[in-house]
C-alpha cells in the first residue's frame, strides 16, 4: 500500500525556517520522482517542487532560491527544507510522489514536469509574528 507521511509543520516567524519530512512505504523514493505541493485557505493548489528520479530538481517561481527539495534513500524519505519565509507561505503542505496508486487520481501542477499520483494527508505551516 503506497503510503506518505509528512511531518515537521508548526509555526514560525517571518524569515524563518522549517524542514518537512516525508517519510514514504509501499514504493521506493528513489524510483519516482517525489515533491511537494500546498494548498492555502481559498486557494488552488501550488506545486512547489519537484526531484525526479534521476536527481534534477524542478522549482515554481514563488520558492525558488528559498526552498529546497530532497531525498535519502536509506531513510526511504523526502524532505523540503524552507528558508526566507513570509506569511504567504502559510498553507498545508503535502509530500506527493509519481508512482500512481489504484485510485489513479493525479495531479499535474502546471509549473513542474512531475505528475503525482500519490500524495499524503498534509502539515499545517503558519508562518506568522
Known amino acids: 500500500q503506497v503510503q506518505l507521511v509528512e511531518s515537521g509543520g508548526g509555526l514560525v516567524q517571518p524569515g524563518g525556517s522549517l524542514r518537512l519530512s516525508c517519510v514514504a512505504s509501499g514504493f521506493t523514493v528513489d524510483e519516482f520522482a517525489i515533491g511537494w505541493f500546498r494548498r492555502a485557505p481559498g486557494k488552488e493548489r501550488e506545486g512547489l517542487a519537484c526531484?525526479?528520479?534521476?536527481?534534477?530538481?524542478y522549482y515554481t517561481d514563488s520558492v525558488k532560491g528559498r526552498f529546497t527539495v530532497s531525498r535519502d534513500s536509506a531513510n526511504n524519505s523526502g524532505y523540503l527544507q524552507m528558508n526566507i519565509l513570509k506569511p504567504e507561505d502559510t498553507a498545508t503542505y503535502y509530500c506527493?510522489?509519481?508512482?500512481?496508486?489504484?485510485?489513479?487520481?493525479?495531479?499535474?501542477?502546471?509549473?513542474?514536469?512531475?505528475?503525482?499520483?500519490?500524495w499524503g494527508q498534509g502539515t499545517q505551516v503558519t508562518v506568522s509574528s
Open positions: 526531484l525526479d528520479s534521476g536527481g534534477t530538481a
Open positions: 506527493a510522489s509519481t508512482k500512481r496508486t489504484s485510485s489513479s487520481t493525479t495531479y499535474r501542477p502546471p509549473t513542474l514536469p512531475c505528475t503525482f499520483g500519490s
